[in-house]
């Protein structure tokens, strides 16, 4: 399984910036998909993520009604839309992928969950 990402760069305050992750080498229905942050100095974090079955989402408090995860399933592609952002979302972005069947009791966000971590894209908000 390989998780590309591609879409990271600088931009100033109040600007947006989309994230895309090309997925490839797994073939499963039922699977959940996502983005993690780490800024500089602090641990990683879950940002936003999506399950197929059912479309069910995660944000974080700190990126909710600003940034829209969305999955396209004919293309093995996630993006992340990022607007309105502030210099504390600057970070290194990770996609990451679970393929395991769960019922996910521990929430989208628990980050044991997911096995698979692209190379990451950094993002850089300028104020």
């Known amino acids: 399984v390989q998780l590309v990402e591609s879409g990271g760069g600088l931009v100033q305050a109040g600007g947006s910036l989309r994230l895309s992750c090309a997925v490839s080498g797994f073939t499963r229905d039922d699977y959940t998909i996502g983005w993690f942050r780490q800024a500089p100095g602090k641990g990683r974090e879950a940002v936003s993520c999506i399950r197929s079955t059912d479309g069910t989402t995660y944000y974080a408090d700190s990126v909710k009604g600003r940034f829209t995860i ?18 504390e ?21 628990y980050i044991h969950y997911y096995d698979y971590w692209g190379q990451g894209s950094q993002v850089t908000v300028s104020s």
């Open 89 to 109: 979302d600057t970070a290194i972005y990770y996609c990451v992928l679970d393929i395991n069947p769960r019922d996910y009791t521990r929430g989208l966000d």
């Open 70 to 87: 969305s999955s396209v399933d004919a293309k093995n592609t996630v993006y992340l839309q990022m607007n309105s952002l502030k210099p």
